[in-house]
């Protein structure tokens, strides 16, 4: 059963929630001790409070906030679970962070007057750029309150489609843009789609000029001509050094005696290793003194 979608307050405060949770997150701060204090910050007109709560003693007794957030599905969405558990997940290469910020733009988007078009691109570039899993992320899209009984149908037809035909002919085909062409045909002017038609004309068009391209440029030309969110990426982490430098040089030492220990044992011990010839004596020529 799909519940009622959320009033413009609530995404605004949950714009502010995921992005200080990441940010603490990055600050080294325990998902408790965020919890505890950022349910202080949110607007009490909300109910943003009562589900801050109740994920901190889901975190408590589970570890995981996606499992408080499935239980919340008169509040938080099936795609808003799905994006956070996949990044709980023990195996997972998809980041808590990036995760939440992920959400955050979605919260913001959905605080602004967004369309099904535009959330479906965000939602659909999300799994597909993080590698998600198609059929588990279009089933938790299709339920999102945000989609009407059509747009749902198509959602799920799509886990049986993609692979099978090109992404942008599947959105050009639903699209007003391919209607008015057909009407544009000779003697097919009260061409009439037997599907309900999910997308503009400007979609359509976009759509159409990518066909058989890579559709991330398809992803980029809609954020680009009709405002529609940009999908977070995940940054590459700067190589670190596995140890502290002072510990590496401590270990670094400890391996050469290690060594001149056992060269001794085998009777390989040379002092010449360890002799250094002073170099300022090279080039003295002792005739010169005398």
Same mark, same amino acid.
């Given at each position: ?6 009033? $413009? ?8 929630f ?13 998902s408790?001790v &965020?919890?505890?204090t ?9 109910k943003?409070?009562?589900?801050? @709560? ?5 975190l408590?007794?589970t ?9 919340? +599905?008169?509040y ?5 679970a ?5 990044a ?6 998809? @980041?808590?962070?990036?995760a ?7 919260a913001?988007y ?7 078009a535009?959330?479906f ?7 597909s ?10 089933e ?16 799920r *037809? ?10 942008? @002919? ?7 843009h391919?209607?008015d062409?057909?009407?544009?045909i ?8 037997s599907y309900? &038609?999910?997308f503009?004309?400007q979609d359509?068009r &976009? ?5 058989? $391209? @890579? ?5 980029a030309?809609?954020? $680009? ?6 999908v977070?990426? +995940? ?19 400890i391996?050469?005696r ?9 009777? *390989? ?7 250094v010839?002073d ?5 003295l ?5 005398l």
């Amino acid at each position: 059963m799909k519940h009622q979608p959320l009033d $413009r307050e609530e995404y605004i405060e949950q714009v502010y929630f995921f992005r200080n949770y990441r940010e603490r997150l990055e600050d080294a701060v325990p998902s408790q001790v &965020i919890l505890a204090t950022i349910y202080e910050e949110i607007l009490a007109t909300t109910k943003l409070p009562m589900a801050i @709560d109740f994920l901190k003693g889901e975190l408590l007794l589970t570890g995981r906030i996606s499992d408080g957030m499935q239980k919340l +599905s008169h509040y938080f969405t099936p795609f808003q679970a799905f994006i956070l558990k996949s990044a709980e997940e023990e195996k997972s290469k998809f @980041d808590q962070k990036t995760a939440l910020m992920v959400l955050e733009r979605e919260a913001e988007y959905r605080s602004e007057n967004s369309s099904s078009a535009g959330l479906f691109i965000y939602q659909f570039e999300c799994i597909s750029r993080n590698r998600l899993g198609y059929h588990l992320g279009l089933e938790a899209i299709s339920q999102d309150t945000q989609y009407n009984a059509d747009w749902a149908e198509w959602i799920r *037809k799509l886990k049986i489609q993609l692979g099978s035909v090109d992404f942008a @002919d599947l959105l050009y085909l639903r699209s007003q843009h391919f209607v008015d062409e057909q009407k544009r045909i000779p003697g097919n002017a009260d061409f009439e789609p037997s599907y309900p &038609i999910l997308f503009s004309v400007q979609d359509g068009r &976009i759509a159409k000029a990518n066909r058989n $391209r @890579d559709p991330l440029y398809m992803f980029a030309a809609l954020q $680009r001509q009709l405002g529609y969110p940009k999908v977070p990426r +995940s940054l590459a982490k700067p190589d670190k050094p596995v140890f502290h430098p002072a510990l590496e040089a401590r270990l670094h030492k400890i391996e050469m005696r290690l060594q001149l220990i056992d060269a001794e044992l085998k009777g *390989k011990f040379d002092l010449k290793q360890f002799m250094v010839k002073d170099k300022k004596f090279d080039d003295l020529d002792l005739n010169k003194n005398l």
